[in-house]
């Protein structure tokens, strides 16, 4: 019971920020927030949004196969947030885009634009429903102590309420909203930590020493090139899948431009990509010894990562204090995707599919549409089912963000004008190509790609655009004709 009351709490609080921060409701409020958010608080909110709620379930149980590896990938990310803030961002502010997909609309032409927004709505709309499927199913085990709750109430209750406090103002209220939940998040964060460490009878110099003498602790893997986890594959997929999943994503850079110039927008990108790290380095930790917790209890490991901290916390044995921060945590972290999610989704189909921007009846519309196409995706994955789901979605992140990658590239790094024409099939051939050569490559040698086929897809569609382009005559500046 507990645990619902403060579910109920939390959605309170939620709804009253999310009404006094978005008063001023919209389309301006809407798209960009009226570009008057400060950018503390814009980047301290991009943490949770980045985080996720799979990064809050899954990273932690990640020590059990690939040890600290992961972190490889988020030093990589740090060089890719600084390419976003000083190469994409100038971009962006220069030509003060409410969709950045707008901007190959500039450089291109009109179906380039709308096969850029195609291919980012396809790869958000699956993408923030995957993680949407698993942190509802976390949910639901959390509220089983109070009631028994189908699974499909969860997702229809959960997408209502994100509904409900984004409607009118939408990323003016995330601004702020995603404050709270990313406050929340590192609050649960340090909570489950410091009695992890309790129930192991270790204080902090101790937990330190514990984790970096520990085996799980390797962080480097130099010599197999072979393996997914090897450094310069996981260095330079983090730079790429930075550089796609922030800025060329649509939910990612619509919170950064709403700071009132470039110069805070660039703060804001800096600060919280260098947090990244530590950040992730905590949830790996917590994975480290929870493992030695397993051990010392004597209860089984699970079979799954992402059942390392959830099964230890939804079996009672961390205490019901644990349990209520740990739902607070599931539901900051799948709120603040989800509900910046579905507001970039908005105001990308507005904005560059029906070219409505003005028109405050066609985005309401669009949002309620954007809600229910969410709880059906998320339904098909809960009927589907998977393993592990971070890495699902950085596969999916491969295929469908590639083509972004190369339509953003050539258009920015070379003077060459495609056949608009052909754009669409050159973006869609790429990742399939992409897929049998993987599958090929595996039978034929055993070596497997990892996120490295992020790059590949986004090179295969650069290669292809080239092929069918010709030397554009008149100069290109920024990037637009």
Known sequence: MSVLITVILYFGVLLLLSRVAGKRGGNAAFFTGNRQAPWPLVAFGMIGASISGLTFIGVP??????????????????????????????????????????????????????TGSSFFILSKLLGAAAKFYVVCRILQMCLADSFSVPYVVIV????????????????????????????????????????????????????????????????????????KQNFWKQFLSGIFIVIVMTGLDQDMMQKNLTCKNLRAAQKDMCSYGV????????????????????????????????????????????????????TIGVIASAFSSADSAMTALTT???????????????????????MVAFVLVTLVFNAIGSGSVMDLIYTLVSYTYGPLLGLFAFGMFTRRQPQEKYVPFIAIASPLICYMI???????????????????????????????????????TGGTR
Not at 77 to 99: D, E, K, N
Not at 194 to 209: F, H, P, Q
Request: glycine share 8%; hydrophobic share 50%.
């Open 348 to 370: 990308s189909f507005c904005i560059d599919i029906l070219e409505k921007e003005e028109d405050e009846k066609t985005r309401k519309r669009v949002h309620l549409g954007v």
């Open 61 to 114: 149980g990640w020590v059990m196969t690939i040890d600290m590896t992961y972190l490889q990938m988020c030093l990589g990310f740090i060089v890719g947030y600084l390419v976003v803030a000083f190469v994409l961002l100038p971009l962006y502010y220069r030509y003060r885009l409410t969709s950045i997909y707008t901007y190959l609309k500039h450089r291109f032409g009109h179906v380039s634009y709308k």
């Open 156 to 227: 229809l209750a959960a997408l209502f309420l994100i509904w409900l406090y984004t409607r009118r103002s939408g990323i003016r209220a995330l601004v702020w909203t995603d404050f709270l939940q990313t406050l929340c998040l590192m609050l649960a964060l340090v909570i489950m930590l410091l009695k992890v460490m309790d129930m192991l009878d270790m204080n902090m110099e101790e937990a330190i020493r514990t984790v970096w003498n520990d085996s799980h602790s390797r962080i480097f893997e130099w010599e197999d090139f072979t393996s």
């Open 438 to 476: 993987d599958v090929v490559v595996l039978q034929w040698t055993g070596y497997q790609f990892g996120y490295e086929l992020l790059m590949f897809n986004g090179l295969l569609t650069f290669v292809g655009l080239w092929g069918v382009s010709h030397r554009y005559s008149q100069k290109i």
């Open 275 to 326: 947090l990244f790290v530590p950040v992730n380095f905590l949830f790996l930790a917590l994975g480290v010894l929870l493992l030695l917790l397993y051990q010392k209890t004597g209860v089984p490991v699970p079979e799954k990562g992402d059942d390392l901290l959830s099964g230890m916390v939804l079996n009672g044995m961390m205490g019901n204090v644990c349990l209520v921060f740990f």
